[in-house]
């Protein structure tokens, strides 16, 4: 079974950064990748950026420029670096996992992030 723990969210300024950070832990057998998605009400989940395999990086293009994702291999940790946040950037970012077997995905409970002006 696998776990993921997120944290970092919470209220900023726009203009602001912060940073998410997810935890996995548990039995992690086959990878394709993992990675932050956002979600607004009644809007449609949104890939923000992931990491995969050997650790190619894909970032939305609304944060391609302001966004960082890495990995902590030491931690079992993903880490999202985000700066110059803008108001729309409010969602609730859920970290995932995605395997390579079944293309199964985990994901975390979520963490809030509003960025107020």
């Known amino acids: 079974q696998v776990q993921l723990v997120e944290s970092g969210g919470g209220l900023v300024q726009a203009g602001g950064s912060l940073k998410l950070s997810c935890a996995a832990s548990?039995?992690?057998?086959?990878?394709?990748?993992m990675g932050w998605y956002r979600q607004a009400p009644g809007k449609q989940r949104e890939l923000v950026a992931s990491i995969a395999n050997l650790g190619r990086t894909n970032y939305a293009d609304s944060v391609k420029d302001r966004a960082t994702i890495s990995r902590d291999y030491a931690k079992k940790t993903i880490l999202l670096q985000m700066n110059s946040l803008k108001p729309e950037d409010t969602a609730v970012y859920y970290c995932?996992?995605?395997?390579?077997?079944?293309?199964?995905?985990?994901w975390g409970q979520g963490t809030q992030v509003t960025v107020s002006t």
């Open positions: 548990g039995s992690i057998v086959s990878i394709r990748s």
């Open positions: 995932n996992l995605r395997t390579w077997v079944d293309e199964y995905d985990y």
